[in-house]
């Protein structure tokens, strides 16, 4: 298969072609969590979407986990 490459919170990385949102969490080892923010391109992408959103090349993964507390 294919590989391209993006950027995965700043760093490069390569993947393959046709990798979804929930395909790079599960490379990253990274659970679904309720205080992350997943962010394609500088968009937000709502967790139901994990699944079917996919990554060209060039494109850009921020993951966010939000903390909260004072």
Same mark, same amino acid.
């Given at each position: /298969?294919?590989? &391209?490459?993006?950027?995965?919170? =700043? %760093?490069?990385? #390569? ?5 979804? $949102? #929930?395909?790079? %969490?599960?490379? /990253?080892? #990274?659970? +679904?969590?309720?205080? /992350? &923010?997943?962010? +394609? ?8 979407? *994990? ?9 850009? %993964? #921020? $993951? &966010? *986990? %939000?903390?909260? =507390? =004072?």
């Amino acid at each position: /298969m294919q590989a &391209i490459k993006i950027t995965v919170n =700043g %760093l490069d990385q #390569e993947i393959p072609a046709g990798t979804t $949102v #929930e395909g790079i %969490l599960d490379i /990253m080892e #990274e659970p +679904v969590r309720h205080d /992350m &923010i997943v962010e +394609v391109n500088g968009k937000f992408t709502h967790v139901k979407e *994990y699944s079917a959103t996919t990554f060209k090349e060039g494109d850009k %993964l #921020e $993951v &966010i *986990y %939000l903390d909260f =507390g =004072g």
